[in-house]
């Protein structure tokens, strides 16, 4: 069965640092991964997504994440981290349910930045 | 690209009384519609999805049912509500591939008093 878990409930950084927000999978097939942002009180909102091309994935606002298969692994890595970044983070697989695709979700992590 | 259009985005009701939440999707034909739950402080449990019209599948048991009287609507209903069911409820569309993007409605927060 396909499941992720996101390993930390919350991270904080100091604005400016480097950001990590981990992501271990598991998937009896080449899995396709997403990771969302969910800011207060709003929807989600796609980071990015690997399909099975490039293995470094890079989305918006300077995010990116690295496929790693034999680590059962898609981190998602911000080199500087912004004010504006504090948000709930989801990473995503997908699983087939009969001719269905279902997007199973982490717990999600917190990513709170201080000044 | 698809918007996703929920209402109301706030609701307060008693425990017991009915629930109607709507979600409607622009941009799109024939897409994979899905109702999620999210409580507080913790992630998004999927509670309902839909391949076409009239075509429910529920992923959990509990107190809510879903319908699709549209290729674009899709509602999320209760009879009685109970305190558990308090939470942000999602509505998102997504295509028919494995790979494709979910895109989320802006919520509607429920709180059962």
């Known amino acids: 069965a396909q499941s992720v878990t996101q390993l930390d409930s919350h991270v904080s950084v100091s604005e400016g640092t480097p950001v990590l927000l981990r992501c271990n999978y598991s998937s009896s097939y080449s899995p396709s991964l997403f990771w969302y942002v969910q800011h207060p009180n709003k929807g989600l909102q796609l980071l990015l997504k690997?399909?099975?091309?490039?293995?470094l994935v890079k989305g918006i606002n300077g995010f990116e994440a690295e496929f790693k298969k034999s680590e059962t692994s898609f981190h998602l890595t911000k080199p500087s981290a912004h004010m504006s970044d504090a948000a709930e983070y989801f990473c995503?697989?997908?699983?087939?349910?009969?001719?269905?695709?279902?997007?199973?979700f982490g717990r999600g992590t917190s990513l709170i930045v201080h000044p | 690209s698809q918007t996703i259009h929920q209402w109301p985005a706030t609701l307060v009701q008693p425990v017991g009384s009915p629930l109607s939440l709507e979600c409607t999707v622009e941009?799109?034909?024939?897409?994979?519609l899905y109702w999620y739950r999210q409580a507080a402080g913790r992630g998004l449990q999927l509670l309902f999805y839909s391949v076409g019209i009239g075509q429910i599948s529920s992923e959990v048991p509990q107190n809510l049912s879903a319908s699709r009287p549209q290729d674009r609507q899709f509602i999320l209903s209760s009879k009685k509500l109970l305190l558990s069911d308090s939470g942000f409820y999602l509505c998102?569309?997504?295509?028919?591939?494995?790979?494709?993007?979910?895109?989320f409605g802006p919520g509607t927060r429920l709180t059962v008093l």
């Open positions: 998102a569309c997504g295509g028919l591939a494995g790979t494709d993007t979910q895109y």
């Open positions: 995503v697989v997908i699983k087939q349910s009969g001719g269905s695709y279902i997007p199973t």
């Open positions: 941009g799109t034909s024939n897409p994979n």
């Open positions: 690997y399909t099975s091309a490039a293995t």
